[in-house]
């Protein structure tokens, strides 16, 4: 994965959080064609940029609060 294809996977996860329409760690890996180990750093690269991203249990999605 380069780059500009990390940059474009940050946005579609971002975007999908905003809306609570992620699902699960593997539906939301298996949506962005990314392996689950990837989907996390990329949600760590997330958090480290000062966006706070979580997984809600209740909802069983990723939400930026």
Do not use: F, Q, W
Not at 4 to 32: F, Q, V, Y
């Amino acid at each position: 994965m380069n780059i500009t294809e990390n940059k474009e996977i940050k946005k579609k996860l971002i975007k999908l959080a905003i809306h609570k329409s992620t699902g699960r760690p593997k539906e939301l890996a298996d949506m962005l064609s990314v392996c689950e180990r990837n989907l996390y750093r990329i949600i760590e690269a997330i958090k480290d940029e000062g966006i706070k991203i979580r997984y809600s249990r209740t909802l069983k999605t990723y939400i930026i609060e």
